[in-house]
Nanobody, 117 residues
Framework: QVQLVESGGGLVQPGGSLRLSCAASRIFFSGYIMGWYRQAPGKQRELVATVTVGGNTNYIDSVKGRFTISRDNAKNTVYLQMNSLKPEDTAVYYC???????????WGQGTQVTVSS
């Protein structure tokens, strides 16, 4: 059974930093597009950032210049470095693995990020 396990969430003050990690097991990790999504209370889940099989990255406008997604295929892990955090970044952050060939798609359980003074 495929597992995606997120970690690294927590409470941080505005302007602070956090690094989220997502460890994948039982998938051919290097063959998946990896992404981070988030869902704030009362809002729809939104895509935050993706990193392709080839290492290309994409971000939503609101996090460009502040967040960095990266992957370590040797460790089957994807990261999201979040700097200059704002209260509007508060959400549950989810890891996603999407196979562009067979369209399989997996989610982690989510990790809470709260930005508050």
């Amino acid at each position: 059974q495929v597992q995606l396990v997120e970690s690294g969430g927590g409470l941080v003050q505005p302007g602070g930093s956090l690094r989220l990690s997502c460890a994948a097991s039982r998938i051919f990790f290097s063959g998946y597009i990896m992404g981070w999504y988030r869902q704030a209370p009362g809002k729809q889940r939104e895509l935050v950032a993706t990193v392709t099989v080839g290492g290309n990255t994409n971000y939503i406008d609101s996090v460009k210049g502040r967040f960095t997604i990266s992957r370590d295929n040797a460790k089957n892990t994807v990261y999201l470095q979040m700097n200059s955090l704002k209260p509007e970044d508060t959400a549950v952050y989810y890891c996603n693995a999407a196979n562009p060939w067979d369209h399989s798609n997996y989610w982690g359980q989510g990790t809470q990020v709260t930005v508050s003074s």
